[in-house]
């Protein structure tokens, strides 16, 4: 776990970016879409995006509590399964599973809940 925090950092830099250019793409396409399509899209972006400031916030503590690092590890994992299904789902990607993209969502509210409970652990220095 020697580079966690920049493997981590890393992959939220990336979110951002993939959040931004998504966003743009979507404006180019959302003629061709139907409404369901266009919302699943609307979703994962947004998820993106928020999740992407979360783990920046908590990724500048770089002596954070295990239960950070499990919640930012939750928070990583959500949001491939989660994002990705969407994405495949409505652009035809390969991969696609849909039953993936609620096994997302629980894993990002598990890790919500991980952060939760690492406020109230002990600091161990």
Same mark, same amino acid.
């Given at each position: ?6 493997? =981590? ?6 979110? #951002? @970016?993939?959040?931004?250019? &998504? @966003? ?21 972006? =947004? ?16 002596? !954070? ?9 939750? +928070?990583?994992? #959500?949001? +491939? ?9 409505? &652009?035809?990607?390969? &991969?696609?599973?849909? !039953?993936? !993209?609620?096994? #997302? ?6 890790? +919500?809940?991980?952060? !939760?409970? =690492?406020? +109230? ?5």
């Amino acid at each position: 776990m020697k580079y966690f925090w920049q493997i =981590s950092n890393s992959l939220t830099a990336l979110y #951002g @970016a993939a959040a931004v250019g &998504l @966003a743009a793409a979507l404006m180019h396409l959302w003629a061709a879409l139907e409404h369901k399509e266009f919302g699943r899209l609307i979703s994962a972006i =947004s998820m993106l995006a928020f999740h992407a400031l979360a783990l920046l916030t908590v990724g500048r503590n770089s002596a !954070a509590a295990k239960l950070q690092k499990l919640a930012v590890l939750c +928070w990583h994992i #959500g949001l +491939w399964l989660f994002c990705w299904t969407l994405f495949a789902g409505v &652009l035809t990607l390969p &991969l696609y599973y849909s !039953a993936l !993209a609620p096994l #997302g969502g629980q894993i990002l509210i598990i890790g +919500w809940l991980l952060l !939760a409970l =690492s406020a +109230w652990q002990k600091d161990v220095k």
